[in-house]
C-alpha cells in the first residue's frame, strides 16, 4: 500500500486456531486501508471471464469447492469442515 498499489486479502482461506487473534488481524488490515474478498471474489475477478481461456479451470475450482463459497446451512461433510476437499 506505501507503493501505491491496491491490496485484497482472501478472508475465507485463513485463519488461526485463536477467533480473537483472527478478528485482530482482519481489523488491522482493514484500518490500513485493505480490502477482505472471499476466495471466490478474487478467483473470479482475477479470471475475469468464464468464456475466456481460463473459464474451465474457474468453474472447476468453483464447483470441487462449492460448499465454501455458501452463506447460511450447508451439509459439509468435507474433513476440514469448510468445504475444501482433501489434496489428491
Request: net charge negative; glycine share 12%; hydrophobic share 40%.
Amino acid at each position: 500500500m506505501r507503493e501505491g498499489y491496491n491490496v485484497f486479502f482472501v478472508v475465507d482461506v485463513s485463519s488461526t486456531n485463536s477467533k480473537l487473534a483472527e478478528d485482530a488481524a482482519i481489523q488491522r488490515l482493514i484500518q490500513a486501508g485493505a480490502v477482505p474478498v472471499s476466495w471466490l471474489n478474487a478467483l473470479t475477478e482475477l479470471g475475469d471471464d468464464f468464456e475466456g481461456p481460463n473459464g474451465k479451470g474457474m468453474m472447476d475450482m468453483i464447483q470441487a469447492n462449492w460448499p465454501a463459497s455458501t452463506v447460511g446451512g450447508v451439509n459439509d461433510t468435507t474433513p476440514d469442515g469448510r468445504g475444501m476437499q482433501p489434496p489428491k
